[in-house]
């Protein structure tokens, strides 16, 4: 069966205007201003006109498999839902350990991302958590980047964080040159992410491992880099010569210290910063804690995968920033940048990761790897435990 989508307005995310899309065998097999219907196989025709289509979203940082655990064991939080995703248009997931690398396994995201995948959308982990060392499957994380399929890159690494094990500038570059190996291995791109913390100067131990050895500031996607105001000042001048990620679910719980992911793009743009240095990712079903001066933690919720979708709807109608602008942070530099093949964008040849907006910007339709699984507004595919 063939689905032909009829007369959208395309954002690939280049806005390219009014265009017929065909797909078809999981791939967009035609994007053209006028494709006849194929006659000599099924076809459906769905209508598009008055809607929006984009590419599905990326999220490259989702705790896919739970995370947490800051305030006790009460606190650990559940693993994402299929229904999660679909919430936010969010097709593709990278998913990582976090905080506890200590009672939880990468072997365990793994195992949820193949659920995932098995669920129909697209999935892949980066190997480690927080602690140097890291955690791996196979005992050092290039082999696992190198070897399983699934895992691309390392992270999350904790830096100037006290829940960090404050990694010497040896130890994040020995990590760092493993990951890069094992991505030239494997095929993969062996990035690290950085989770950034509220110490002062959060990014001179990466100017120091590039000083040190023969990496590049390239090798690095640091996130919660609008986690307060001197972290995002310095965001501004580390972006323009290394790439830095936003977190889209903080702001609402904690708006006095969060600068707001959608006016964060603005004004990193405004700052110098190149658009394809930027990325912004949830943080879903991770821990927010919020830590009194003692250490202890005195409130604590959990990010939600759809708050990139949220920020990315207000970055355009509330921050001024053209779709095709805004819709880059979240389909085509994070398939670009981890190396996500035929993901991120709206051509021949690409996997069938679409979107479809209706005139309140909300999914009309999502589709993953060509599976509808929401359809006229309708959830047509859930979660094997979802109800």
Known sequence: MLTLFRACELYAPERLGIRDVLIGAGRVLAVDQHIAEPKDVACEVIPADGLRMIPGLIDVHVHIAGAGGEGGPSTRTPE????????????????????????????????????????????????????????????????????????????????????????????????????????????????????????????????????FSQLSLAQFLPTHCTRNAHIFQEAKEYGKQGYVDITASAYPFFPDDEVKPSKAIVELLKAGVPLDHITMSSDGCGSLPRFDEKGNVVMLVSGEPDSIFRELVEAVRQDGLPLELALKVVTSNPARIFKLPRKGSIAAGYDADLVLLDKEDRPYHVVANGAFFVKYAEVLRRGTFEK
């Open 80 to 211: 994402m839902q299929l229904g999660q995703m679909l919430k936010g248009g969010i097709t593709s997931v990278i998913g990582s350990l976090g905080t506890d690398g200590m009672t939880r396994s990468v072997e365990s995201v793994l195992m949820k991302a193949k659920a995932l995948r098995q669920e129909g959308v697209s999935a892949w982990i980066l190997t480690g958590a927080y602690q140097a060392p890291t955690p791996t499957i196979l005992g050092d994380a290039g082999r696992d980047v190198a070897m399983i399929e699934e895992i691309i890159g390392v992270g999350e690494v904790a830096v100037s964080d006290h829940r960090s094990s404050c990694p010497t500038v040896p130890e994040l570059a020995r990590i760092a040159a493993h990951a890069r190996v094992g991505g030239m291995l494997g095929g993969k791109a062996g990035l690290v992410l950085l989770h950034m913390g509220d110490a002062q100067k959060p990014f001179d131990i990466l100017y120091q491992v590039v000083s």
